[in-house]
């Protein structure tokens, strides 16, 4: 396993290698541009990045889709800024030599599950085609009102849907616990990594945030928390970083903290995985 953490970069993409080294990141996820944005990322600027990053040496970088982001959407004008904004994202991806492109699987209306999945994976099959070294990932939902995918059930109904054996899986223990998975106590993580296998999606699986929860399990509540302080818990983790099917994958910190406590939560990490 290689941890790190999602990488803030108020000074500029030029200071993300930076400020990963300084927390002992081996990995790390960022934004390439405005996370609250339509404009999306120049691809000039992602091809600097890229360099840079490179040349530090820090580890593979991941690429979160910004927060406008809705493949799933209901609102056709909505719908098409969010694909065009994955494109622009996707494209410089590729020039910035990220490991992957990282977006939630989406949420559409009230009463259209078909509908809403539909509109996702047509969004994903044309982000497919753009892609050729980045990954493009599914991020799972925290089982929020018209979340495309938040169980491993769900997950296989949209991969199926997409129908293209490239589309990887990211998983959110905040928002497994959030959607009822008991990732709070050894059953519980046997049982969730059970159902990944139950659905044909375990080598799908490349990336995972490791988030504590505010929220009880099942509270559908995308709140996450630093490690050992929320409900998941420390015996959650420990049991969770055991499972071989983590043993090779990047795992990210997405949690509320300071450099100081990144450190430590990555301490925490590397501790209970040992």
């Not at 840079?52 to 991941?62: F, H, N």
């Not at 991806?93 to 599950?113: D, I, K, L, S, T």
């Not at 296989?156 to 990211?170: I, M, P, Q, S, Y």
């Amino acid at each position: 396993m290689r941890f790190g953490a999602h990488v803030r970069t108020p000074g500029g993409l030029g200071t993300a290698a930076d400020q990963a080294r300084a927390v002992g990141a081996e990995v790390a996820q960022l934004f390439l541009s405005n996370p609250r944005s339509w404009a999306g990322p120049r691809v000039e600027t992602a091809e600097r990045f890229g360099a840079g990053w490179r040349e530090a040496g820090v580890g593979p970088v991941y690429v979160h889709a910004p927060y406008l982001v809705n493949i799933a959407s209901p609102n056709p004008d909505f719908h098409t800024k969010s694909l065009e904004l994955v494109a622009r994202s996707v494209a410089a991806c590729e020039v910035a030599g990220a490991a992957g492109f990282v977006v939630h699987a989406g949420a559409g209306g009230p009463g259209e599950p078909t509908a809403a999945r539909e509109r996702a994976a047509g969004l994903l099959r044309a982000a497919l085609e753009l892609a050729t070294d980045a990954r493009l990932i599914v991020e799972l939902m925290a089982g929020t009102a018209g979340a495309v995918a938040s169980t491993f059930e769900e997950a296989r109904g949209l991969f199926d849907a997409v129908g293209d054996e490239r589309l990887a899986l990211c998983i959110d223990t905040c928002h497994l616990f959030a959607t009822g998975y008991g990732l709070d106590e050894p059953d519980g993580v046997a049982a969730c990594f059970e159902d990944l296998h139950a659905n044909g999606l375990s080598e799908r699986l490349v990336l995972v945030h490791a988030n504590d929860a505010k929220g009880e399990r099942g509270s559908r509540r995308d709140r996450h928390e630093r490690i050992g302080e929320g409900h998941i818990g420390i015996e959650g983790f420990s049991e969770i970083l055991h499972r071989p099917e983590l043993l090779d994958l990047d795992l990210v910190l997405e949690t509320p903290a300071d450099r100081e406590q990144r450190i430590r939560e990555l301490a925490t990490l590397r501790r209970l995985a040992s």
